[in-house]
């Protein structure tokens, strides 16, 4: 069975830091996608960046990258220059390619960023 | 484009009462999913839709909880009788196919509140 591990329940950070979000994976699977998706407090879940396994180019957007160790199933998340608008859940989150099997999900993390 | 509607927001019902949610996905999304997250956790999916038609509803409740979506396109989801395991948010979202890179679209969520 495929399980998703974020093993840092609350980080908090100065402003204008980097933190890096912590992401374990299992799967006997070759082929997946994976995902970032940040909650804001009493605000709806948005994608923050996705990676699909066979790119060993690892995403990036804007302030947004991801480090991905295939090898290690590890999927970290790197937040450059935080604002204190990624004040959120984190939620790391792993899907089999090309089938319907559901998203599975990490317990996730709660980041906040300080003035 | 508009975004996943629900409706209500916040509920709070007795327990062996019932509740209905409602949720209006992107339109053209052909994938509505139904999650549950309970506070401090990851969502956990109830069930699949594709189209009209039930993709996974393997960790839906059947005992209690139901759920429908007419004419492919919106969604109710029911649970008769609630528990007070059952106070999480009920959060919807839909996605343009169901298959492993695309992005899922949530909505805001319904609070649900059992005493």
């Known amino acids: 069975a495929q399980t998703v591990t974020q093993s840092q329940p609350e980080m908090s950070v100065q402003e204008a830091e980097t933190v890096t979000l912590s992401c374990t994976y299992d799967?006997?699977?070759?082929?997946?996608?994976l995902f970032w998706y940040k909650q804001p407090p009493s605000r709806q879940m948005i994608l923050v960046i996705r990676q699909e396994a066979y790119k060993q180019q690892n995403a990036t957007e804007n302030r947004f990258s991801v480090n991905f160790q295939k090898a290690a199933k590890s999927f970290s998340l790197k937040i450059s220059d935080s604002q204190l608008g990624d004040t959120a859940m984190y939620f790391c989150a792993f899907r089999i390619m090309d089938s319907n099997y559901q998203l599975i999900w990490g317990a996730g993390t709660k980041l906040i960023i300080k003035p | 484009e508009a975004g996943v509607a629900q409706s209500p927001r916040y509920k709070i019902i007795e327990k062996r009462q019932s509740v209905a949610f409602w949720c209006n996905p992107i339109?053209?999304?052909?994938?509505l999913y139904w999650y549950q997250q309970i506070l401090g956790q990851g969502p956990k999916l109830l069930i699949q839709?594709?189209?009209?038609?039930?993709?996974?509803d393997s960790q839906l409740p059947k005992d209690r909880f139901s759920a429908e979506r007419l004419k492919g396109v919106d969604s109710t989801l029911k649970i008769q009788p609630a528990k007070l395991e059952d106070s999480a948010v009920y959060l919807c979202?839909?996605?343009?196919?169901?298959?492993?890179?695309?992005?899922?679209?949530f909505g805001p969520g319904t609070r649900l509140t059992v005493t």
């Open positions: 979202a839909s996605s343009l196919y169901g298959t492993g890179w695309y992005e899922q679209y």
């Open positions: 339109s053209g999304h052909a994938t």
């Open positions: 799967t006997s699977e070759n082929n997946y996608y």
């Open positions: 839709f594709q189209n009209n038609g039930v993709v996974d």
